[in-house]
């Protein structure tokens, strides 16, 4: 069985911390130990596991890739549509997180968060949640 959340972006290009929202859709499985993984269906849209204590660390992700592969690069791509960074983007950053489960919870470091990785907004975009049982 799968669950799935939707997220709505508000921006071009966000990281968005859907932790707890992960965390509500873990708990109606009803598993005590195993793993969950955390999927987006898009292509332009990533996943990842990074600090949340600190707003800026996502703004500095965002600025670091845009520094990388900036928006003004477009006239070297030929994808049709003009996101070819937000498709490398993905790329790069993956689509997909495993979370190991204990007690009904996800283990994550201290710091950590689950976000979302808008790089092609806005949009409503699927997170899509499959735990597999111990």
Aim: glycine share 8%; proline share 4%; charged share 20%.
């Amino acid at each position: 069985m799968i669950k799935q959340i939707l997220i709505q972006t508000h921006k071009k290009e966000e990281l968005i911390n859907i932790t707890d929202a992960v965390s509500v859709e873990i708990e109606k499985f009803g598993i005590e130990s195993g793993m969950c993984i955390i999927f987006s269906p898009h292509t332009t849209c990533g996943i990842i596991i990074n600090e949340n204590a600190d707003p800026t660390v996502c703004k500095d992700i965002i600025t670091g890739l845009n520094q990388f592969l900036p928006h003004n690069s477009l006239g070297e791509f030929r994808h049709a549509e003009g996101n070819s960074p937000a498709h490398i983007k993905t790329s790069l950053v993956g689509q997909s997180q495993i979370v190991f489960l204990e007690n009904s919870s996800m283990i994550l470091g201290t710091w950590q968060g689950i976000f979302l990785a808008e790089f092609d907004g806005p949009r409503e975009r699927k997170v899509i949640i499959k735990v597999i049982k111990e």
